[in-house]
């Protein structure tokens, strides 16, 4: 495994919370240790009473989730969990001693990520959490969240500087705001009587000035003009 991706698998261990219901005590016990030895953050509970207790009380990324259980049955539990609009989104792996292939598809069918049949190899269950944790269309979004907080904070800097240093001049303010509604460069050049080379003009200007990329961000530049007049 790369470094990059080591660090991203770390960070992510690290920041998710990993809840383990089983009324085998001994066998959570194993689970929890070996999962911490792997910098996992880990919450386990014996029942599903427990399980929905601390469920209200914390923030779970992930259930695993034994099938077996004496008093609520892991089918019981997630269907219990789906009512919750709260708790229904969260992802969840099956633990059984039971491998029949029916079983199987029933814990699909009702959403379960993985299933897993007891015994178990530890680093399976530690590859399938790694892979639920580290899914590609929720780092996609993640860094799609990232990008659209650092275009924020640009275009925020980008108004404080307009409120500082900036000097429009009339007909540059009016080319904005033509901007601002859509209109082409043609548009824009028969509404004022110029050129479309001088329309394209004033928009280069006006782009430098604002350090900003394209017309559309441009555009958001109506409101301080708008403001000021």
Known sequence: MKEKEKNITLLSRQCS????IDDENMLLIAIKKYLMAKQ??????????????RL???KIDLLIIDILMSETSGYEFVNCLKKNPALGHIPFIFLTAKGMTED?????????KAYLAKPFDPEELVAIIDNILLDKKNIRNIVNIKNEIQSLRTQIYNFGHYNRDLNFTTREINILLAVSRGLSNKEIAHNFNISVRNVENYITRLLDKTCVS?????????????KGE
């Open 40 to 53: 996992f953050k880990v919450i386990i509970c014996s029942s599903g009473k427990e399980a929905f207790e």
């Open 214 to 226: 394209n017309r559309v961000k441009l555009a958001n530049y109506k409101y301080l003009v708008q």
């Open 17 to 20: 919370n990993i809840m383990i």
């Open 56 to 58: 209200g009380q914390e």
């Open 104 to 112: 199987r598809i029933k814990g699909y069918k009702i959403g379960c």
